[in-house]
């Protein structure tokens, strides 16, 4: 099966200003994820949805950041206006949601440099 | 907000050599899984331990969760280049969101 699709998979933008990327997850996957990892670190979840709908987004910075996910298929998260400190990969990842142990999958993620 | 720390951040051993990787928490979790990634790639899942003193074997991988479900360990018998890259362990909550949390990760080099 084809894997989770991310574009663009560079970046590099000023600060202050808008950024978008965009996730194709697996075919079928109800729910999918945005992290945010910084160079270092671990990922840290920015949002998550279930078919269209917003599960959780209590990280998310939503004076700057914003996500949607029309027709619970595609997704795309915006960066509007970006700071420094946004400066990290972004992974979109994806899973099935069947009983306690789904995996999630990851796509190889947006790396942005804000300069 | 659920915390896992992982030890040691980095490591460097030599190719053949054994090495254990720490993951843990002050909560508890309903699953646990751990993840390799490599550079320019997302994470990839290795395995996810649910039971509290499950041990799961995959080759030279040993992975173990805690009786109380709140850490786990990572051996890897004789280390070999293709092991190097970032250890991911990350927790699932029990809450109805079904978050997962990482940890910060380890970053192994195995040397030739």
């Known amino acids: 099966e084809a894997g989770v699709a991310q574009s663009p998979r560079y970046k590099i933008i000023e600060k202050r200003q808008s950024v978008a990327f965009w996730c194709n997850p697996i075919s079928g996957h109800a729910t999918l994820y945005w992290y945010q990892q910084i160079l270092g670190q671990g990922p840290k979840l920015l949002i998550q949805?279930?078919?269209?709908?917003?599960?959780?987004d209590s990280q998310l910075p939503k004076d700057r950041f914003s996500a949607e996910r029309l027709k619970g298929v595609d997704s795309t998260l915006k960066i509007q206006p970006a700071k420094l400190e946004d400066s990290a990969v972004y992974l979109c990842a994806s899973s099935a949601d069947r009983g306690l142990v789904w995996p999630q999958h990851f796509g190889d993620g947006t790396r942005l440099s804000i300069l | 907000t659920q915390l896992l720390e992982q030890s040691p951040q980095f490591l460097s051993i030599q190719e053949g050599e054994n090495l254990t990787v720490y993951c843990n928490s002050s909560s508890v979790f309903s699953s646990l899984q751990w993840y390799r990634q490599e550079p320019g790639e997302g994470p990839v899942l290795l395995v996810t331990?649910?039971?509290?003193?499950e041990v799961k074997k995959l080759k030279r991988l040993t992975f173990q969760f805690g009786d109380a479900r709140k850490d786990s360990s990572l051996h890897i018998t004789a280390a070999q280049p293709g092991d190097t890259g970032l250890y991911l362990c990350a927790g699932r909550s029990s809450g109805s969101a079904r978050q997962l949390t990482f940890g910060s990760g380890t970053q192994l080099t195995v040397l030739p």
């Open positions: 949805f279930q078919n269209n709908g917003v599960v959780d």
């Open positions: 331990v649910v039971t509290g003193g």
